[in-house]
């Protein structure tokens, strides 16, 4: 996100310092390599690099002092207890008082917890020098994974939680050159804007869910019963694609983080802890549907199409394929996998049971039954007759919808997918 966020601010014109106190990764972004797969990012870092306005360096006393404005985009990652680690946010918010000459805005761009903002104020006023005067700022970022850029470029809002005219005003002009509703809050409305729209989303996918579970035991179609409920313009369709469930850094963890940071201020929210309830039994029940389907799982060789989060990015963390692939090995299944992005990241997390293939038939190749666990475009134009004729028995278990029931009938597979 912090990459994606100094790319675009370079591109809109604006002279961006990017800084990591990672010395290997800025070595390689002075290189010119992009250490995520993110669509049109490696060309717009490239572009803004050769024109000077995009930096990087480890040196965060000196990117302070060169600076107007400043902006957290560190990770917010989860303690064992669900609460969010605010450790890196104060250890940076340190940094950056000590550096500071003159005045200046520092922006919270992570995804932080109510009253965070409160914190970082406080912690600046300890650290700064006499006389220093700043601004602190909550702006959240809503952008996703594999299309980054565009949704920075062109988001559905921008949120600035502010606690002056200035900082408003200092804002306005960075975002200047993007066309979107602009929402000005106070700061602690601008965090909780951030963590109930994760947890929204979460919300309408676990609910989804459970009406692909309805839709299962009652013989209806999840996907006409989403097209249905989305036509509401009050509901909408979009969010409401069955699976098995959400993964990613985001949405799992800010889930947690919300009802953690609910339940200090004084409310269990319930409803969100049966969200992820709901997430989990996606998993738990895809993994059953494999073995109803293949009578025992021990010894069977299985093909595994995806393993990122989502597709168009190399992301791993949280992923559902890291729960089922683990649980499909522990059973004594011999996995046969491919991603088309992925793979160098999960051979970190699969060490031994899952067999790494250089493609989506090499991974069917004399297994049992094929399941698809991201829907990668190019997962959706398989040769089926090619599969069909690689694969020991025709037989397609679909997290994620892929395929349309009737096509994958009429060319003689068994196909199982989610609520229809
Ligand atoms: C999410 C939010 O969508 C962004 O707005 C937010 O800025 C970001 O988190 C963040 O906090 O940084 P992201 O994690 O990139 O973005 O991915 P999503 O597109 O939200 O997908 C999350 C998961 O939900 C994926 O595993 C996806 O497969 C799953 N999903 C999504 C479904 O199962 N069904 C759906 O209908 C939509």
Redesign the pocket.
Same mark, same amino acid.
């Given at each position: 996100?912090g990459l994606v966020t100094g790319a675009c601010f370079a591109e809109l014109g604006h002279k961006v310092v990017c800084v990591d106190n990672d010395a290997s990764k800025i070595r390689s972004l002075k290189q010119l390599k992009i250490p995520i797969y993110e669509p049109g990012l490696e060309e717009l870092v490239k572009r803004n690099c050769r024109q000077r306005r995009l930096v990087f360096t480890t040196d965060i006393a000196r990117a302070v002092k060169g600076s107007t404005a400043v902006f957290i985009a560190i990770g917010t990652p989860p303690k064992e207890n669900g609460e969010a680690d605010l450790t890196g946010i104060e250890n940076v918010a340190r940094s950056i008082a000590r550096a500071m000459t003159s005045y200046r805005l520092i922006v919270e761009k992570s995804?932080v917890p109510v009253e965070t903002g409160r914190w970082v104020e406080r912690t600046i006023e300890i650290n700064k020098r006499k006389g220093v005067t700043f601004d602190v700022a909550s702006n959240p $970022?809503?952008?996703? $994974? *594999?299309q980054a850029i565009k949704d920075f470029m062109q988001p559905d809002r921008i949120v600035l939680g502010v606690g002056s005219k200035k900082a408003e005003k200092l804002l306005k002009e960075i975002y200047a050159g993007i066309k979107a509703d602009i929402l000005v809050t106070d700061i602690k409305s601008a965090e909780l804007i951030k963590h109930a &729209?994760?947890s929204f %989303?979460a919300l309408k996918?676990s609910f989804?869910n459970a009406v692909a579970k309805i839709c299962e035991l009652a013989g209806a179609d999840v996907e006409r019963v989403a097209e249905g409920v989305g036509l509401d313009k009050r509901i909408g369709r &979009?969010? %409401? @694609?069955a *699976?098995i *469930?959400? *993964?990613?850094?985001? %949405?799992p963890k @800010?889930l947690e983080a919300f009802v953690n940071i609910s339940r200090q201020l004084g409310y269990s929210f319930d409803l969100l802890k049966e969200v992820k309830r709901i997430n989990e039994f996606q998993k738990e029940d895809f993994v059953k549907k494999i073995e109803s389907n293949l009578w025992n799982i021990k010894d069977k060789t299985i093909a595994i199409l995806g393993l990122a989060?989502?597709p168009d990015t190399d992301d791993m963390r949280f992923a559902?394929s890291i729960d089922i692939v683990n649980t499909l090995v522990r059973h004594g299944a011999h996995v046969r996998a491919y991603d088309p992005q992925a793979m160098t990241r999960a051979k970190k997390i699969f060490l031994s049971g899952v067999k790494f293939c250089s493609g989506p038939y090499e991974a069917a190749r004399s297994s049992d039954c094929l399941i698809i666990i991201t829907e990668w475009n190019e997962f959706k134009e398989l040769d089926l007759k090619k599969l069909k004729k690689l694969l020991k028995q025709p037989l397609i278990i679909d997290g994620r919808n892929t395929y349309s029931p009737e096509a994958l009938k009429s060319h003689g597979f068994k196909y199982v997918s989610i609520g229809r």
């Amino acid at each position: 996100m912090g990459l994606v966020t100094g790319a675009c601010f370079a591109e809109l014109g604006h002279k961006v310092v990017c800084v990591d106190n990672d010395a290997s990764k800025i070595r390689s972004l002075k290189q010119l390599k992009i250490p995520i797969y993110e669509p049109g990012l490696e060309e717009l870092v490239k572009r803004n690099c050769r024109q000077r306005r995009l930096v990087f360096t480890t040196d965060i006393a000196r990117a302070v002092k060169g600076s107007t404005a400043v902006f957290i985009a560190i990770g917010t990652p989860p303690k064992e207890n669900g609460e969010a680690d605010l450790t890196g946010i104060e250890n940076v918010a340190r940094s950056i008082a000590r550096a500071m000459t003159s005045y200046r805005l520092i922006v919270e761009k992570s995804t932080v917890p109510v009253e965070t903002g409160r914190w970082v104020e406080r912690t600046i006023e300890i650290n700064k020098r006499k006389g220093v005067t700043f601004d602190v700022a909550s702006n959240p $970022e809503f952008l996703r $994974e *594999g299309q980054a850029i565009k949704d920075f470029m062109q988001p559905d809002r921008i949120v600035l939680g502010v606690g002056s005219k200035k900082a408003e005003k200092l804002l306005k002009e960075i975002y200047a050159g993007i066309k979107a509703d602009i929402l000005v809050t106070d700061i602690k409305s601008a965090e909780l804007i951030k963590h109930a &729209s994760n947890s929204f %989303l979460a919300l309408k996918i676990s609910f989804i869910n459970a009406v692909a579970k309805i839709c299962e035991l009652a013989g209806a179609d999840v996907e006409r019963v989403a097209e249905g409920v989305g036509l509401d313009k009050r509901i909408g369709r &979009s969010f %409401l @694609d069955a *699976g098995i *469930g959400f *993964g990613g850094f985001c %949405l799992p963890k @800010d889930l947690e983080a919300f009802v953690n940071i609910s339940r200090q201020l004084g409310y269990s929210f319930d409803l969100l802890k049966e969200v992820k309830r709901i997430n989990e039994f996606q998993k738990e029940d895809f993994v059953k549907k494999i073995e109803s389907n293949l009578w025992n799982i021990k010894d069977k060789t299985i093909a595994i199409l995806g393993l990122a989060f989502k597709p168009d990015t190399d992301d791993m963390r949280f992923a559902p394929s890291i729960d089922i692939v683990n649980t499909l090995v522990r059973h004594g299944a011999h996995v046969r996998a491919y991603d088309p992005q992925a793979m160098t990241r999960a051979k970190k997390i699969f060490l031994s049971g899952v067999k790494f293939c250089s493609g989506p038939y090499e991974a069917a190749r004399s297994s049992d039954c094929l399941i698809i666990i991201t829907e990668w475009n190019e997962f959706k134009e398989l040769d089926l007759k090619k599969l069909k004729k690689l694969l020991k028995q025709p037989l397609i278990i679909d997290g994620r919808n892929t395929y349309s029931p009737e096509a994958l009938k009429s060319h003689g597979f068994k196909y199982v997918s989610i609520g229809r």
